[in-house]
């Protein structure tokens, strides 16, 4: 779900006329709901999963090694940018909310992950 620009501008004036008490009850609301958007997308890789993500130069593509932890997924990089070139089986840590799984290409190319809520 996607929140319109009509109900951000009555979020943010709703905050401002907020004292600190309804402040902080709202940031822990914040919070909770970014834990379980987390949550959902760590649960939503498996081991075997080829994956996407970008890096600062270029789009990296791997295999899903460990989807243990809280936040992070592990992934042996498997295919770069052909721009770059680099070591074969660099592993690394990522954040599963940056993460794209990959498909082939010609069968329809990225998709993301099923949210469940």
């Known amino acids: 779900m996607s929140v319109t620009d009509d109900d951000m501008v009555t979020v943010l004036g709703i905050i401002a006329r907020m004292d600190k008490e309804q402040k902080d009850e709202a940031w822990t609301a914040l919070q909770n709901r970014s834990q379980t958007i ?65 498909d082939n290409p010609s069968a329809g190319g990225l998709r993301l992950p099923e949210a469940s809520e």
Do not use: M
Request: hydrophobic content about 35%; overall charge positive.
């Open 38 to 102: 987390r949550k959902a997308a760590l649960k939503s890789f498996r081991a075997g999963d080829i994956v996407e993500f970008d890096s600062n130069r270029s789009v990296i593509r791997g295999e899903v090694v460990a989807s243990r932890g809280k936040v992070n997924v592990k992934v042996r990089e498997t295919h770069r940018d052909e721009r770059e070139s680099t070591p074969d089986c660099v592993t690394w840590r990522v954040a599963a909310t940056l993460l794209r799984l990959y």
